[in-house]
Nanobody, 119 residues
């Protein structure tokens, strides 16, 4: 089992920045891929980006490329989502999730943290 706990959400003005954290526990994550997702009211869940725990390789959705950065701290077993140049359309509940490398399903999910960007 992998437990994930997000933190760092809040209210920010458009153009501002926010950093989300996802603390992981329960298992060594070397063979896992971590993902950040978001879901706005009335919209489908969107994969914001992913990072491989072992190499730190990242991928991003086009909607956030150049504005969001995913990183991880091995010592703290924590993944971060640094969000900059925030827009009102970034408003959503943000979730982190984990899947085993080589699989497609994100099996483990955090509880989510609300991010609200005001115009």
């Amino acid at each position: 089992q992998v437990q994930l706990v997000e933190s760092g959400g809040g209210l920010v003005q458009a153009g501002g920045s926010l950093r989300l954290s996802c603390a992981a526990s329960g298992r060594t994550l070397t063979n896992y891929v971590m993902g950040w997702f978001r879901q706005a009211p009335g919209k489908e869940r969107e994969n914001v980006g992913t990072i491989t725990w072992s190499l730190g390789s990242t991928n991003y959705a086009d909607s956030v490329k150049g504005r969001f950065t995913i990183s991880r701290d091995n010592a703290k077993n924590t993944v971060y989502l640094q969000m900059s140049s925030l827009k009102p359309e970034d408003t959503a509940v943000y979730y982190c999730a984990a899947r085993l490398s080589g699989t497609q399903e994100f099996r483990y999910w955090g509880q989510g943290t609300q991010v609200t960007v005001s115009s």
